[in-house]
C-alpha cells in the first residue's frame, strides 16, 4: 500500500503548438481533430505511454480538463445538501428566532437566561468518503478515461478534503486523502497518471480504504468501491469489509463477474450492490449511488 503525496517538481511542456503537435503524432490523429477527451482515452493505452516528462503532464492537464467537464456536465449546478440546526443564540443574526422553542424555555422565568433564545439555521450536510477505484490491465485506454469521469462527480459534489481516492492492482494507492484539500483536477490528472498494469488486489484496495476512513472526523463515513468481483491478487477482502461504517459496491456487469462476493462484502459493510449494466454508465450511476448516500 503507498499514500502519494503532494508532487514537488511538475515539469515544463513544450512550448507554442509543439504539444498538440507531438500528441496528434503519438496518438496518429490529425492536430486538429486531436482533444481532451482522446487524449484521455489514450493516456493509459498499452504502448501509448508518454516518456517525456514536460509533454506528459500536459497531456494530463489537458485531459483532466476534458474529464472535469463531463463530469460537470452530469452533476449541474452543484448545490450542497443541507440540515437544519437548532442551537442556542450566541452571536446576534446568527440564525432565525426558533419562537416555540424560545418560549418554552423562558415561560416561567422572570428574566430570560443566557441559552434561552434558540436560532435554527440550514448548515451544510457533509459526508466523507473513500471511492476505490480498480486500475488493473483490463481498464486501460477508455474505461480508465471513463473511471477518471466517475471519480471526479464525486470531486465536484464533496469538499475537497471529504474526498479520498485509492487506486488499486496489484497494491493499492491514494492519489488523494482525507483531510487534504487537493483540486478536482489535480486529483483526475493522477489518476490517469496511473500505469494501468497488474492484476486486481481487492485486499489492498479495502485495507488502505479503511485506513483512510479511520483518518476521517465527520461520523457520517462510507466506502465506494467500484469493481466486477473478480479477484486475481492478494488475500480474501471479505474480513476487511467489516472495517468500514458503510461499504456500497458498484458492480461492473460483463461475464466473468462475481456478483456473490459483490453482495457479500456490501452486506459486511451495512451497505448494498448497485449494478452498472455498462461501463460506460458508470459515471451517471455513481452520480444516482452518491445523491442517495450523501442526502
Known sequence: MEVRGLP????????????MIALA????????????????????RSGCRIGDPGLRYYAERLAARSVLARAAGLVGPLRGATQMVREPLREPFAGELD??????????????????????RREERRHQVVLMVDTSLSMSGENMAIAAVAAAV????????????????DKAEAVTRLEVADPAEEVVRRMLDQPVRGY????????????????GRNPRRSGLLI?????TAGADPLPLAHRFPR?????TEDYKMNPELCRRLA???????????????????????????LR
Do not use: C, I, M, Q
Open 25 to 44: 503524432e503519438r496518438y496518429n490523429v490529425p492536430a486538429a481533430g486531436l482533444d481532451g477527451w482522446t487524449v484521455a482515452v489514450n493516456l493509459t
Open 227 to 231: 469493481t466486477d468481483g473478480v479477484v
Open 267 to 293: 452486506d459486511a459493510g451495512h451497505g448494498d450492490v448497485f449494478p452498472v449494466r455498462s461501463f460506460r454508465d458508470l459515471p451517471a450511476r455513481l452520480l444516482d449511488v452518491a445523491n442517495r448516500v
Open 99 to 120: 419562537v416555540e422553542a424560545t418560549l418554552e424555555n423562558v415561560l416561567g422565568k422572570p428574566y430570560p437566561e443566557p441559552g434561552d433564545w434558540v436560532v435554527r
Open 154 to 169: 464525486l470531486a465536484l459534489k464533496l469538499k475537497p478534503e471529504d474526498l479520498a481516492v485509492v487506486v488499486f492492482e
Open 200 to 215: 486486481t488486489n481487492v485486499a489492498a484496495a479495502l485495507e488502505l480504504g479503511a485506513a483512510e476512513l479511520e483518518r
Open 247 to 251: 461499504l456500497f459496491v458498484l458492480l
Open 8 to 19: 514537488t517538481y511538475r515539469p515544463e511542456p513544450p512550448a507554442g503548438d509543439a504539444p
